[in-house]
């Protein structure tokens, strides 16, 4: 095999890729979808957990629900939320024509 | 999903669905094979040493068939890796030994409280992808170390980094090492020290020649097989116990059993036994079943710090240095957490099940008619206590409920003897714990290597370095590295397994808020990273190694004289310890009246109070009652409010960093480096 780095490397760029302005304000949007996915992050991984005494009184199939959630709930969400997270992030880099040729 | 694959002409990548579709039913054929050859009378022994050398064979195939001598292969796998299978390998690259053999036993023995595992162990992911992953992946180098190297002008910020790197992950091979030893030692009776090394020679075919490229590769296999042995025996127990094979949902009926058999138990007036909840489904309580401050603190701090761990270990994050593009980095955190997730989601039904059937069928039987698979495993483990231990306590001859003690491994492993299914099932569990336990010590080995060859000798030391030597450094460093960490497994044993823990708080304190910080503020002045880092980790290392060596001095500085009167007790009554620090303790407790409180105490009662409990031999400080497993509660924060302390006080960042950070926060386009040297040629 030869001794060279395969060419996938992109070469180090001189220029912005799009205008400051535009820049900023696809910035302002990632950022704010940042904060959301970490307010769900911090309601599933821990708000939700505050409550589980009180409600493990209830039982779903056998399932006492604040058990239920640290067993189970939680995940669900984690991993709907990350495939939300990069659906919609997708649609953010379209909306300002950020993303990769 | 990954529908922008479809244009890649790449042959070996458009073929990968039919490769691994062909290996999975190929392994599936080879069990069933090896159950036809059970039947026909082929003793168990042989069964074992057939799974654990065939897979091992496959895995060194797969490491052999992907060598490669180009540098961006060997550190990023030519980045090509289909955000899908780069999924299944941070899957097995990220569940070790402690998943998939660990956790469904520490989730029968603390009920609730394991499930801060559950959460710790799937949520970081969510800051993974939203907070770094796709910024890394545009970025665009090798390593971690790389972004600091380039975000914080230079060797000082990078070599910071990789000395929290190679801590943290080092602590964390060794552990893998016992992980394979202990499985390689049950399947193929062989000593411990060359069941290690053993294990180590099918960690090194599938890492040496290939590096990433082939690492990627064995782990997409590994997955595939972890998944499998972990599912079928949990399918096949939810089919006995509950006559439905939907393990994940039927389990909610044994936790409602467990519950009825608990309150059955303690109105006979038995106890469970030590290490044991007595209230399995039973959130944040003490020992006497009451709601504890201490408790749901403790539980929230350790979900906190292996979440973030999660996030800054380097061996997961330069997982996503290796896919096509940053939209395929974003869907690969996705995939990734989807197939820890399958895992994650049926660890509580092993340990609902496994206990429902001991409390049912074993607690209240004569000792002396036990069931078969109870017999098989009252041998002793690599640990030096057996398996399980039956102590008829009061003597009656019949088993009581404080008188099974279990170790936690056994939950997973022995899983198929309780639901009497044939030896191949338990063959196909030790299968899969080696495969768990060989793609997470693979990981961590090319990720110790890739920093000190990549960072250190070819970054610091000789930039001029040519790429053939580059990498002969790189396996050579791979083959010390991995050397040592056997060798220090072979002498610790099993007893070091709770520095994996240690690992998550070291590389949390020590990693995220710099990393986190150079990219989503852009005021954060080289400084104040590499401020942040070390205090994150001299802190955090410094609490730890105090709390749990030298628990006395620690309360002797923050608890009040009650607790420094019941650490003194603890540490006289301990068994093996230094006789000078036992004749101290002893003086202290001998002159209990002249025991002052500590001069930090009012610090040590701020939030909740210091004490200390007897752990793994020792007397280990718990401030605040914190366990010190979730050391990183306060480095974490340390270390952020450090960098943003330091970035007020130092000149702003350049208009070229600024430029570079642009260009990274956006998907499009080339990165502009502040420093050109600092390219990947």
Redesign the interface.
Known sequence: ??????G???????????D?ET?RA??RK??S??WT??A??FF???GV?FF??AI?SI??????L???F???G???I??V???W??RR??EI?EEF????? | MSASNAGTKDPFINSLGKIYAGYTGGFVAFVILLAILEQMGVPDRIIGYLFVFLTIAVYAYIGIISR??????YYVA???VPALYNGMATGSDWMSAASFIGMAGSLYALG?GG?AF??GW??G???V???LA?YLRKF?QYTVPDFLGARYGGNLARGIGVTVLITASFVYVVAQIVGVGIITQRFLDVSFTTAVFLGLAGILVCSMLGGMRAVTWTQVAQYIILIIAYLIPAVLMSAKISGVPLP??M??????RIEGLENTFRAAGMTPPPGVTGWH????IGANGA?SWSAAVN??AL??CL?VGTAALPHILMRYFTT????EA??S??WS??FI?LL??TA?AYAAFAKVEIYQNIIGQPIASLPDWIKNWQIISPYGVPWINIVDANRDGILQWSEFRIHPDVVVLATPEIAGMPYVIAGLVAAGGLAAALSTADGLLLALANALSHDVYYKMIDRNAP??RRLVISRVLLLIVAVLAAWTAGNAGADILFLVAWAFSIAAAGLFAALVMGV?YKKTTNAAACWGMAVGYVFTFGYLIWTEFFGLSFVELFGTKEAILAAARQTAALTVVDPELKAYAAALVANAAQIQDGALSWFGQLILTTDSVTLRGRCVARLWTLNNISGGIIGVPLSFLTIWAVSKFTTAPSQAMQ?FI??I?????????VD?RE???
């Open positions: 095999m030869p001794l060279v780095e395969s996938t490397e992109r070469p180090g760029a001189t220029a912005p890729a799009i400051p820049g696809y910035w990632t950022s979808l940042m996915v970490l769900l992050w599933a991984g821990f957990h589980a005494p493990n039982h779903v199939l056998g399932f006492p604040g058990f239920w640290a067993a189970q939680s995940l669900v984690f991993v939320a990350l495939f997270f990069a992030q997708n880099d024509g950020v993303q990769e040729d | 490669t001598a180009a540098v961006a292969e030519g980045r090509r609730y499930l559950i959460l799937t949520g992911f969510m800051l992808a939203i907070l796709p665009g994940q949902i389990y909610g009926f044994a936790l409602e489904t039973a959130p944040f709601f539980f929230f979900v906190f979440m096509p593009s940053v939209r974003r869907q955190v996705a957490l989807f997730f994650y989601f509580p790429t053939k989503w430029d642009d260009d926060r956006i998907p499009r386009g080339g990165v502009r480096l050109r390219a990947v040629e």
